[in-house]
């Protein structure tokens, strides 16, 4: 007898499994298989089978081996018990009567029907004959080979209802159309009857090899509890499988036992390939794999468990030993899936002749095992995938952290850079508004995040935002945010830097070129004010520190009406000045070393180092970009570089920035006019705050306009010379 039921569910056991184009072979019940030996089974007519439909598709297979009968009806001692109110109790029987098979109606009350006409005494059935018996349809076929579901009669298959899908096929058999084992599933109402066959053995008072075996609900559920706590303290997959295996064999009875793992989990494959992860052997026998089959019934889609018995000698379910023989008396094989349904596994057990059959009980048992194992090794997977996740994060939050440290940190040994670490120090741990000063390259936006991630605010955000690159009208928007509507382009809500940088530091760069109006509301926000967004009525009130940088003199600017006096005098609380990289001394030395180390990272090159005549060359530059001038050179030396060693030709510097070579060009040539030589200053002038008009004009002292005089005079000029 076979019995069958969802991934992990109670199986609905039937006397076969349906396979492609074969079916499993049984022994009828009523005598004890050890009457037979195999070579009796071999010698005898090789049967028939009867294919039972129910409600339009097939339901069970049921196998002849003379000298047995097969009694029909509604009664639960029948071999072929059909649950239909149309069924008599002992409706008809198929016997063998030493030269064929015979239907015999057993005087039932609504009649046997062989192909579609009512049967009076005996009838000998032949190959494809279709029986009839209340709702059920019953093919008769000597073989397997070739009969498909579509080749049977349908005529009176829709009276069947589901109902009357049940079959029992011998006294053994249960009925169980639930898909989850009832000991894992609390909506559903567990039979805890004990097994039909258990039943007789005790009644006789057989004998139960070890006494292993489960017996009812209560002691099942108790052991499942405990498989399922010792499951959690499993850390490996094959730790948790050693686990369910011993388990087993400490409360079933059984020969040999095998474990298969999946070799793929992937939706929508159309084969899983099962690898044989752990055995366990009880005596002398050894394991042996299944048929393949077998195998590929239960690990097709929607397939279920499988309990076969009686089996001996049946080549569908069972593979022959060395000796040639087919020993295993009963198989269970039941599928692992896990929730999304996907083919985790197989579990599969077998007893030989002799020894306690598996019952319903043990295939229970087993099928809720193998639910819980299953969740056990997903999580397993699921903690090993976390578990590299982690893994992976720490690495990438370490490299990040490597360069952000690269990028916040200041490169220097002079005195003056070592003095404003010690300031940084000192100011960061507060809360006081820092104003960094600096000329244009030097790295006030390195010192505003070194600031930053030196303070307690080190978890909050570092927002940083130009002040100089936006119109007074833009600045406000990015600055306070606006809403939806509140001027032509804003289509939406915007959040501004202020509420963005809320638990963290708001540094402005340029904070000189921010318009009068919008510094008094700024300094509002600065002592501690709500704001509104552009176009809103909402206060807003923000947690922020600000750091404003600048490379403009303020207090010159509050003299000429062009800054607040009394935001500068906010922000003026900590004053940090940088230096200019010409007044480092050898520090550009150290730092063109530190770009070189990042640019050899970043494109993959192996450049050593640098020349002592490019070393001089850097020594002997003004550097009027500063660092970021610096950055530029080392990069490009890089970039077109291919010896091992950037040489002073590969240094790209302005002649007009060395130290000798701006005073000795006057020197030189005495007879250079006020023109061209005020025209070199104020290129000079323009390379250094890299093109920015306003912030030349006030180092030149004159006014934006007339620089642009200046500029559009000396453009005609060259014009008019070429």
């Excluded at 050693?242 to 388990?247: G, K, R, S, V, Y």
């Excluded at 550097?623 to 002073?648: C, F, H, T, Y």
């Excluded at 006014?703 to 000029?717: F, I």
Aim: glycine share 8%.
């Amino acid at each position: 007898m076979i019995g069958r039921h969802a991934s992990g569910a109670p199986a609905r056991r039937i006397s076969k499994s349906l396979l492609p184009k074969t079916v499993s072979g049984r022994l009828n019940n009523s005598s004890p298989p050890s009457e037979l030996s195999n070579s009796d089974r071999i010698n005898l007519d090789p049967g028939a089978y009867l294919v039972l439909r129910s409600a339009g598709r097939w339901s069970d297979v049921f196998r002849l081996l003379p000298p047995e009968e097969a009694v029909i009806g509604r009664s639960s001692s029948n071999q072929i018990v059909l649950k239909d109110q149309q069924a008599s109790r002992h409706h008809a029987k198929v016997w063998w009567n030493g030269q064929g098979w015979i239907l015999s109606d057993l005087g039932s009350v609504n009649g046997t029907f062989l192909n579609q006409s009512p049967i009076e005494g005996d009838c000998q059935l032949t190959d494809r004959d279709t029986i009839h018996v209340g709702g059920f349809e019953i093919v008769f076929s000597k073989q397997m080979d070739g009969l498909t579901p579509e080749s049977t009669d349908r005529s009176q298959s829709s009276q069947v209802t589901d109902d009357q899908m049940t079959i029992e096929i011998d006294a053994d058999a249960i009925t169980d159309r639930r898909r989850f084992s009832s000991y894992l599933n609390p909506s559903n109402d567990f039979q805890s009857a004990t097994d039909p066959f258990d039943a007789r053995v005790d009644a006789v008072g057989g004998h139960r090899p070890n006494g292993k075996s489960i017996k009812n609900a209560e002691e099942g559920a108790h052991r499942l509890l405990q498989l399922a706590f010792q499951l959690a303290r499993c850390e490996e997959p094959i730790k948790a499988i050693e686990a369910t295996l011993e388990d087993f064999a400490n409360h079933l009875q059984f020969d040999t036992a095998g474990f298969y793992l999946s070799k793929s989990v992937k939706s929508g494959q159309p084969k899983t390939e099962m690898s044989l992860v752990a055995t366990r052997q009880v005596g002398k026998r050894s394991y042996r794999r299944p048929p393949e089959s077998l195998m590929m019934m239960v690990t097709s889609p929607d397939s279920e468990a499988v309990l076969a018995r009686n089996v001996l000698g049946d080549p569908e379910v069972a593979t022959e030993n060395s000796r040639g023989e087919i020993d295993v008396e009963s198989v269970i094989l039941a599928p692992m899936r896990d929730r999304s349904g996907l083919q985790r596994g197989v579990i599969h057990l077998t007893t030989t002749r002799g020894s306690r059959p598996l019952g319903s009980q043990d295939l229970e048992y087993i099928v809720a095992a193998g639910q819980i194992l299953t969740a056990s090794l997903v999580n397993l997977a699921d903690r090993r995938k976390l578990a590299k996740s982690l893994r992976q994060t720490r690495q990438q939050v370490k490299q990040l952290q490597q360069l952000l440290g690269d990028k916040v940190r200041i490169v220097g040994n002079s005195d003056a850079i070592q003095s404003l670490v010690e300031q940084i120090g000192l100011a960061a741990p507060t809360s006081a508004t820092v104003l960094v000063r600096g000329e244009s390259g030097v790295g006030k936006e390195l010192v505003a995040a070194a600031i930053h991630h030196a303070s307690d605010r080190s978890d909050g955000p570092l927002i940083c935002m130009n002040c100089a690159a936006l119109s007074p009208s833009l600045l406000e928007s990015e600055l306070f945010g606006h809403e939806k509507g509140a001027f032509t382009g804003a289509t939406e809500r915007k959040r501004g830097k202020f509420e963005l940088a809320d638990g963290g530091t708001l540094m402005l760069d340029e904070i000189g070129e921010m318009d009068t109006e919008i510094q008094a509301k700024f300094l509002r926000v600065l002592e501690g004010h709500p704001f509104e967004r552009v176009g809103g009525h909402e206060a807003i009130r923000v947690n922020v520190r600000v750091v404003a940088a600048t490379n403009r003199n303020l207090q010159q600017m509050v003299q000429e009406n062009q800054f607040r006096q009394d935001l500068y005098y906010r922000l003026h609380v900590v004053e940090l000045l940088i230096p200019p990289l010409r007044n480092r001394g050898k520090d550009c030395l150290l730092i063109a070393e530190h770009f070189l180390g990042q640019l050899n990272q970043q494109m993959g090159r192996k450049i050593t180092g640098f020349t002592d005549s490019a070393t001089k060359k850097m020594m002997a530059y003004q550097w009027p970009g500063n660092i970021r001038e610096l950055r530029n050179v080392v990069e490009r030396a890089v970039v077109l570089n291919q010896k091992d060693e950037i040489d002073a030709s590969d240094l790209s510097l302005s002649p007009a920035s060395s130290k000798a070579e701006g005073v000795s060009e006057v020197e030189d040539n005495p007879e250079i006019t006020l023109a061209d030589l005020e025209k070199r200053h104020i290129d000079r002038v323009l390379r250094h705050t890299d093109g920015n008009k306003s912030r030349a004009a006030l180092i030149l002292g004159i006014e934006r306009s007339t620089l642009d005089r200046k500029l559009k005079r000396y453009q005609k000029s060259d014009q008019g010379r070429s």
